[in-house]
């Protein structure tokens, strides 16, 4: 049974840093390629990081670009978001989610094309 679980959301002011973690079970995230996208009350969840199963260059909304990192740790099973200079836009609740391997990679920044996902957890910056 897959199961992702994010953690290191909060609460933070405006210019602060939060890492948010996911914590997958069931599946080996080097397999797949590994996102984090965010949602606000009655919106669509919007993409902002993805790292591809085989590493290399990671893929950023321009709105996050800059400021925030993607990574793995293979050993943890574990996938990061570090994000720096955070500001009230920042707001919402954060998940991660996976695709297959073959999936393409023009296609990452679309939501129906992950499999599973976390349960979410919230990122809240105060101006």
């Known amino acids: 049974q897959v199961q992702l679980v994010e953690s290191g959301g909060g609460f933070v002011q405006a210019g602060g840093s939060l890492r948010l973690s996911c914590a997958a079970s069931?599946?080996?995230?080097?397999?797949?390629?590994m996102s984090w996208f965010r949602q606000l009350p009655g919106k669509e969840r919007e993409f902002v990081a993805a790292?591809?199963?085989?590493?290399?260059?990671?893929y950023f909304a321009d709105s996050v670009k800059g400021r925030f990192t993607i990574s793995r740790d293979n050993a943890k099973n574990t996938v990061y978001l570090q994000m720096n200079s955070l500001n009230p836009e920042d707001t919402a609740v954060y998940f991660c989610?996976?695709?297959?391997?073959?999936?393409?990679?023009?296609?990452?920044?679309?939501?129906?094309?992950?499999?599973?996902w976390g349960q979410g957890t919230q990122v809240t910056v105060s101006s």
């Open positions: 790292i591809r199963w085989s590493g290399g260059s990671p």
């Open positions: 989610a996976t695709a297959a391997w073959s999936k393409a990679i023009a296609g990452l920044r679309m939501a129906r094309q992950y499999d599973y």
């Open positions: 069931g599946l080996i995230v080097s397999d797949y390629h």
